[in-house]
């Protein structure tokens, strides 16, 4: 039986029920560096077609990141990052509805991506990289997305620690939601994500997506980004990421069985294929709608 928690989720004036059944965000990289997929979108051309197909294939909300965050990844000018994203976002948005999602920590960024017609702002610092991300996501009124990381990404993953993680990780984005709502993001505008793979160490992401229920608690939907990342490969013996699909799958599944609403993916029609069937399961009831 499905006991997820229903929402819906406000992005601008575009509004996403979460809960009825697992949400896919695709992820588009137009990035150089990115640790899967860079270089394979820094066309726009491509990247656009990748987006389109992605919609084709079941994506709720296209993600689109023009700064590899990665461990060791170095930092990248706005302008470079605007360059990067802005009229990919112009070029989707003309063709599809599609919710799009911008993946940046800067503020100059979210706001040109939100012009060009994002609906969403995915911060993995969680407002905490540029102090006016705060004030964009106030003015536009667009949905949010704060991640929970540890340190830079030239350093989160020089020997991460936790006390215990589960509860530390859901007290830290519950601050952050209390600071986005006491500058006037509304609570319904916010999902949060528990940043695997962040600063985190194999057993950390483990006992992270272990604890999906109790991250559930703390009143915000969940988002989780697990795919293809190296804590898979670590477990499988997968070096190549490209390589990690099944285990991405075996994890999205886990995900969505726990309760998580939103997961952001590379492999949307695969994983749509097992949401669906995970939800049907869910639902204790067959549905061909």
Same mark, same amino acid.
């Given at each position: 039986m499905n006991r997820r928690k229903t929402h819906t989720w406000i992005c601008r004036d575009r509004l996403l029920r979460l809960g009825e059944r697992t949400r896919v965000m695709g992820i588009l990289n137009v990035t150089p560096d990115s640790f899967s997929d860079g270089g394979n979108f820094s066309d726009p051309s491509a990247a656009v077609d990748r987006a389109l197909e992605m919609v084709a294939q079941g994506a709720d909300i296209i993600d689109i990141g023009g700064e590899s965050t990665r461990p060791g990844a170095m930092p990248? /000018?706005?302008?470079?990052?605007?360059?990067?994203?802005?009229?990919? +976002?112009?070029? =989707?948005?003309a063709q599809t509805p599609v919710l799009i999602s911008i993946d940046t920590m800067k503020a100059e960024v979210a706001l040109r991506a939100l012009e060009a017609g994002a609906d969403i702002i995915n911060d993995v610092s969680a407002f905490a990289a540029d102090?006016?991300?705060?004030?964009?996501?106030?003015?536009?009124?667009?949905?949010v997305i704060l991640m929970h990381k540890k340190g830079s990404s030239q350093t989160m993953q020089d020997y991460p620690n936790y006390g215990n993680v589960v509860p530390e990780v859901g007290n830290y984005l519950k601050t952050r939601v209390e600071f986005a709502v006491a500058h006037g993001v509304a609570?319904?505008?916010?999902?949060?994500?528990?940043?695997?793979?962040?600063?985190?160490?194999?057993?950390?992401?483990?006992?992270?997506?272990?604890?999906l229920p109790e991250l559930a608690t703390y009143g /915000?939907?969940?988002?989780?980004?697990?795919?293809?990342?190296?804590? +898979?490969?670590? =477990?499988?013996?997968?070096?190549?990421?490209?390589?990690?699909?099944?285990?991405?799958?075996?994890?999205?599944?886990?995900?969505?069985m726990q309760g998580v609403h939103i997961l952001r993916v590379h492999d949307v029609i695969d994983t749509c294929d097992a949401c669906r069937l995970v939800d049907t399961l869910l639902a204790g009831e067959h549905s061909c709608s």
């Open positions: 990248i /000018s706005a302008a470079e990052e605007i360059g990067r994203t802005v009229s990919v +976002i112009e070029k =989707i948005r102090e006016g991300m705060v004030g964009v996501a106030e003015q536009t009124q667009a949905g609570r319904d505008r916010i999902v949060v994500d528990p940043g695997i793979g962040f600063g985190k160490t194999v057993e950390h992401n483990l006992e992270l997506l272990r604890g /915000s939907p969940v988002l989780v980004g697990a795919s293809r990342k190296n804590f +898979i490969g670590q =477990i499988l013996g997968r070096d190549n990421p490209a390589e990690r699909g099944a285990g991405s799958l075996g994890v999205a599944a886990w995900a969505a």
